[in-house]
């Protein structure tokens, strides 16, 4: 017989095992290399790729000073949580957006577990590194601890942490091992059709490039956009002022583009209106124009079409009284038509003649908008200028809300709003882990309010302190992540006082105008800490007197719950609700298939009752039991019996 308390599960606190998710992917795709202990097999996975397998000395790739470390970092568990702060949220009850502020190379690996391959497009707006921003001074080993200092505002010898700028040294590495660790987790996060499109200039645009064809793989490159933000261009440029920043844009791995809506110029060609389609269409010749025009480059593109002057219709054969039209130039040369014969006889009746006056006939091809008031797509460009994309709008957006000088260079919502239409249905989870002033949410709310969707998002922001004699930090904001969440619980407001009018009420509750906020920091539970003790006699001891009551003091049960949670694979927004059974409290998570216990009360009659609602799991703190072996040994029992899967912390 097993002794009382034996055998229940511990619970897992530690983030998702990055090194973990991998292998099992290798697996996956070559099941074959699976040695008999779960490993790898790399002999075996040589042979499975064969020709793919580039052993020589010399790769092609990058490297630079810290890449190898960057892996480790990829690698390390975290155990940090996400405290629930329920007063700086807005409609916490409903909402199904978060702000996270933290440090996000911590927050990225606390997500993995609930949020692993769920995100559909990720934007991003790193520092730029000019030699002017703040780069977050990531310590590998204790990264958790770094932030933890930093948020007290000093490094571990009291130091300032302070901007990186070219004269402090490995200026470029520090950035990219700053990068490297970010957008792999974020990689992992990805839905497979999902993709990631980053802000960048000149500065670090080669290295970028680089670094995310390592990490998505140069087939995944769709792009870099050229955005033009300062038509003037930039006052401190020495050389060539830049007019531009870029968005470069990869897909996890099976991305399609929704494409752009037309602009209201190409809108404006659509001239003409189908009363029998009722759509709106416009004619272009069907000669081709530009390169490969000539008849000599598609001889079998060069036939007759035939034109009835009457009714305009055209056909590939001659009709009585019908005009025959070749494919000429103005100047008499011989061009070539865009559709072969073939497709010339199938879409005929798009095809219209046209009199040109002093040349006779030509044939255009009705191109239509498609449907009235219904909008267009083309596929995206790799230029984007429109005033809506400038950071002119970027600022007076900001400075609407929350008056001028807050915060700097916010991009502009028109830009992600393009983005998020290309890429993103209506209910898709977004994510933006370098939030700033927080235009990601407010794009999203802003296309949702457009076009009905339900999208959700996650932001991510640093507790970077404002500078004492900046506006912001006058107007009481200290921190940048307090201005992500003022700044998007006013743009929630702001979009629904000018949707006012035009929406009917139902679909004006519908929105979602607000959002959850959390705060990274240690796990609620004071766990071993192996590396920190070995042969360290004290520190064994105070570890193991910790275990005695290990909830750090003033957690609360919700913030413990959040941990459970996150650490179960349930996303920061599962309804939860608590009931009480007997004099026990109770916590259901998603509609009761996991059912946490944290506080007094814990009977067998308790347990015996939630086993009868067959949740999938139950977790149930240590402290719950007061040290009663009998009672832990009818839980194991219990929920064993009804195959509920029961784990302790
Ligand atoms: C260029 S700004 C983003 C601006 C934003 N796109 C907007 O429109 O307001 C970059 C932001 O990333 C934040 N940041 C830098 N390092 C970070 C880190 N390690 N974790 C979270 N945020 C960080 C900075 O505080 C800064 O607000």
Redesign the pocket.
């Given at each position: 017989m097993t002794k009382p308390g034996e055998e229940i599960t511990k619970f897992d606190l530690q983030s998702q095992d990055t090194l973990d998710t991998r292998r099992q992917e290798l697996l996956r795709l070559f099941p074959e290399v699976h040695t008999e202990s779960g490993e790898i097999n790399f002999d075996a996975l040589r042979s499975s790729l064969g020709d793919a397998v580039n052993v020589g000395p010399e790769g092609f790739g990058m490297s630079w000073p810290g890449k190898t470390e960057c892996s480790r970092v990829i690698q390390r568990q975290s155990i940090a949580t996400l405290l629930p702060v329920i007063d700086e949220s807005v409609n916490w009850d409903t909402t199904e957006n978060v702000i996270i502020e933290?440090?996000?190379?911590e927050v990225l690996k606390v997500l993995q577990k609930a949020y692993l391959g769920k995100v559909k497009m990720i934007y991003i707006?790193?520092?730029?590194n000019t030699g002017s921003d703040?780069?977050?001074p990531d310590n590998y080993t204790e990264s958790l601890k770094t932030y933890l200092h930093y948020t007290g505002q000093v490094d571990d010898e009291g130091r300032r942490f302070s901007t990186s700028t070219e004269s402090s040294g490995r200026f470029h590495s520090k950035w990219l091992n700053?990068m490297y660790p970010r957008l792999s987790l974020a990689r992992d996060l990805l839905t497979d059709d999902g993709v990631i499109f980053v802000?960048i200039d000149d500065h670090e645009l080669p290295h970028l490039l680089k670094l995310m064809d390592e990490i998505f793989g140069s087939e995944d490159r769709l792009g870099t956009i050229t955005v033009v933000s300062n038509w003037k261009g930039r006052s401190d440029a020495h050389g060539i002022a830049s007019a531009n920043d870029y968005v470069i844009a990869y897909a996890k791995s099976s991305f399609e583009s929704f494409g752009m809506e037309v602009s209201d110029e190409i809108r404006a060609t659509y001239k003409f209106f189908d009363e029998e389609k009722k759509e709106l269409y416009r004619l272009l010749p069907l000669r081709k124009s530009g390169t490969n025009s000539r008849k000599e480059d598609r001889p079998n593109m060069f036939y007759p079409l035939f034109v009835d002057p009457e009714t305009r219709k055209v056909s590939v054969t001659k009709t009585k009284g019908s005009v025959e039209v070749l494919p000429m130039f103005p100047d008499g040369r011989e061009g070539r038509w865009r559709w072969g014969k073939e497709t010339a006889q199938e879409k005929s009746e798009l095809l219209q003649g046209v009199s040109i006056s002093g040349r006779g006939w030509d044939v255009h091809a009705r191109d239509y908008l498609g449907g009235e008031g219904a909008e267009r797509r083309t596929a995206v460009k790799s230029v984007w200028i429109d005033p809506k994309f400038s950071s002119d709008a970027?600022t007076y957006q900001v400075k609407e809300l929350l008056g001028p000088n807050i915060?700097d260079?916010?991009?502009p919502i028109g830009l992600i709003e393009q983005m998020l239409s290309m890429s993103t249905s209506k209910n898709d989870l977004v994510m933006?882990?370098?939030?700033?002033?927080?235009?990601?949410a407010h794009a999203v709310m802003s296309q949702n309010r457009k076009d009905g969707g339900r999208r959700r998002f996650i932001l991510?922001?640093?507790p970077?302190p404002t500078l004492e004699d900046s506006a912001a930090f006058k107007s009481g904001l200290k921190t940048?992540s307090s201005i992500t969440r003022i700044r998007v619980a006013r743009a929630a407001n702001d979009l629904a006082s000018k949707n006012e009018n035009t929406l009917d009420e139902d679909l004006q509750s519908e929105f979602d105008d607000g959002f959850r906020s959390f705060r990274l920091s240690e796990s609620n539970f004071a766990a071993w800490d192996a590396g920190a003790i070995e042969g360290d006699e004290k520190k064994l001891e105070q570890q193991l007197f910790s275990q005695v009551e290990h909830v750090l003091p003033g957690r609360t049960n919700q913030d413990i719950l959040f941990e459970l949670m996150l650490k179960s694979r349930y996303q920061l927004t599962t309804p939860v609700e608590s009931v009480m059974v007997g004099k026990c409290e109770v916590w259901k998570v998603a509609a009761g298939e996991m059912v946490a216990v944290m506080d007094s009360g814990l009977t067998v009659e308790v347990i015996r009752e939630i086993a009868s609602w067959k949740p999938t799991s139950v977790v149930v703190l240590d402290r719950c039991f007061v040290g009663d072996d009998s009672l832990k040994a009818n839980a194991r029992k219990i929920f064993e019996d009804s195959k509920v899967d029961l784990k302790t912390v």
């Open positions: 933290g440090d996000n190379l707006d790193p520092p730029y703040f780069i977050y700053m802000s970027g915060f260079f916010p991009k933006d882990f370098f939030a700033g002033s927080g235009s990601l991510v922001q640093l970077e940048i």
